[in-house]
């Protein structure tokens, strides 16, 4: 193990400040360089003053991952930023997998951060109190058939369904096949709640059914939670019951 340089890869949540960690924090200012998506390093500029920063376009998240480890290599701390949390559909996996091929590995530790499904998940009440699949409706890695079995399995077992990555101009009509496949397990009346933009600003909230949920606007900075065949809606909020005796 190469000691000379060190590389955290950190979840910053949604974005706001209020919601980044402590460990976090602390993360970022140990680091000489932050890299990051362009966008996600816009989110923490206060915390950037003096350090080396390298930022760069969608779609270039392997050459980052490269990049940090390059420059940990070098003797240098790096934090890899990813927003939500890096071990859900970040960053965290990549670098580990690239770390493994090193003749020689750096230090590499995975700081957590808060993801969009828990964030979203306290705007609308407590929808995950039980059992929840978490599913990126994203063909981009995982092709579509495989996402479409697996929106069956979390169905059928009566899972609360986070969704991420809902609707994109390429792929508008994914969110309306996942719906049609819950309707073919769960009640029309299953609550569903939609969290736009999740403790960031101009976050919006609905909490709704699953029959109407397609009449909501649903894109990429949402999170949508389907609740399961107990979850209800009281004064406004999403409960899925934990299965205490109250």
């Known amino acids: ?13 949604p974005g706001g400040q209020a919601q ?6 602390k993360a970022i200012e140990e680091s000489q360089v932050v890299v990051g998506y362009k966008l996600y390093v816009q989110l923490i500029e206060d915390l950037l003053a003096g350090k080396e920063v390298i930022a760069s376009s969608m779609r270039k998240e392997i050459d980052r991952c490269q990049k940090a480890l390059d420059l940990a290599k070098e003797g240098k701390i790096v934090s890899l930023v990813s927003s939500g949390d890096p071990g859900l ?4 996996g990549p670098v580990l997998e690239l770390n493994n091929k090193e003749e020689n590995p750096v230090e590499v530790e995975v700081v957590p951060g808060i993801t969009a499904a828990s964030m979203g998940a306290a705007v609308l009440g407590a929808p995950l109190m039980h059992d929840t699949a978490f599913i990126s409706l994203s063909d981009l890695l995982t092709p579509w058939e495989i996402i479409e079995k697996r929106l069956h399995c979390a169905a059928e077992g009566d899972f609360v369904t986070a969704l991420y990555n809902p609707r994109s101009k390429g792929r508008p009509f994914y969110i309306n096949k996942a719906r ?4 073919q397990y769960r009640k ?8 736009r ?5 101009g976050q919006e909230k609905v909490v709704t059914t699953l029959e109407k949920m397609l009449e909501q606007e649903i894109d990429m900075l949402s999170v949508v939670i389907i609740g399961n065949s107990q979850t209800y809606i009281a004064k406004g909020k999403m409960i899925t019951p934990r299965g205490y005796k109250l």
């Open 188 to 195: 029309k009346e299953t609550p569903v709640g939609i969290v």
């Open 197 to 201: 933009n999740a403790a960031r600003e």
């Open 89 to 92: 559909y970040g960053m965290a």
């Open 180 to 183: 049609d496949i819950f309707l």
């Open 20 to 25: 980044l960690t402590a460990q976090v924090v």
């Open 1 to 13: 193990m190469n000691k000379a340089g060190k590389v955290y890869i950190v979840g910053l949540g």
